[in-house]
């Protein structure tokens, strides 16, 4: 009986009856495939620039598809110093290109990580980022927020010495989809992150992974003054001279 | 009482965690300046500094002194990180260190001879003989990075802040001793100095071992880059206090 059912399968085959095979996307496939094997590359430590630019290519290859969106990756202009220097600030190199830093690249990230629900909007109102321009960018690997139970005015005085500026939205979202595939957490799943140059009207974005799950990306907004000790705040560093 | 047990001595108004991990308290107002130049002043007092012959006033009269300083400093500009902090410039470090009670790892003699105040500050910064009341910040938010890149910072805004001194970290050290301590601490971190120089290319730093018993100065590189040890810096304006005999 069991015989006679293969060979009737068999037959249906061969004559392209329809058979229930999932569909594939060939092509999505293997940039996934190319992601997996240089996140595992990188996950040995002490990227070279060179691994960098690979890595985020494929990155932004694989991410970018779902949302029609490409960008060439511009060759990492951090030398191996420089990025010893950064790892031993606990800082990482993260590429953000140009697009998402202008008014629309915030719906550009929406559409590349649907899972992280509806961040481009709050209280009816659009989130702007402060600033346009992207590039190789130096970031916090802290999964905790920095300079916690400090004002933003506190955090202000620090970037200006140090020539820092205050974190974007879309440079949050990269910087902290890296870290999960890297090191498996989330940013901020304990605390939050103003962003003090991501705005709602007057107010400041503050973003956080609360359940450490890449499918709910908390945005709660709040004046400019408030500190409280699980709050901090995040830069972004360009490269030294 | 040593420097490990004054480190786990915790006051909500004034020892929050301090430390760019741990969040700063913002001394904006001047009662709060008030309680923690107070507090610092009573560890001097207890440590016997009025005593050292370079001093020789009661400690009544220390504290005096250094209590009619608050409002001045008060009016200094100052960032919301900043920590007021008590320097008694006139004694050596080495003698503070002694009067810490903490065991004390001198730097070598040879590169004893070598220290200076940092040359290349454009306001030929010295530190000044006599006992003085400023502000600092203890270098958390500037943890692996190297001296010679803060003191690069420090040329450009020369007018506004200078890079800290030894005698600016010892005075740190005994009064903030949690901020180098891991045992209590989650923001330990050692502190650099680039406003002093062991010659060209060195700068000390200070530390204290794990159990708040070791106090030591160490000299390294400053293209060194140290993941758990920030450059301080202090506000270029100070109160100097005179001690009339």
Redesign the interface.
Known sequence: MREAQTRLYLSQRSVGKPVSEPQVDTLQGELDVRKRNLVKEMKKGSPTPELLTRYWQAVYDADGKKAEFSVVVPPCDWSEKQL??L?????RLVFVPDELTMPDGLGILQRMYPELGNFTMRDGMLITQERSGGGWIGVES?I?A??????D??AR??YG???LQGQRLSTYIIASLDSWRLTGDLFDYRTESRLIDSRCGEKYAYASFPDNDRNFLRINLAMPGDSY?YV?TRSEESR?E | MNLRERASQRDPATRQDLGSMGGYPEFSDQRRTEVEVERQAGIYQKLGFHNHEKVGISADRLKDLIMGAVPKLQEIPHWRFDIPLVVFGQIPVAEQAELTGAIYNDIPTEERALISDWQQDLEGYKTPESLYVTWIADGGFCMGRTVESIRKILLERSHERRGATLHDGMGLLIVHPEIFCPVLSRSVHGVDLPGTEVGPNQAPSVQLDAYGEDLSIEVHNIDVVNPNSGSASCVRKMIILPIAA
């Open positions: 010893e220097t790892t031993a600030q606990g800082g802290d905790d920095p300079l916690r139970n400090s004002s005015d506190a005085e620090i010495f140090l020539g000790p901090g030294p």
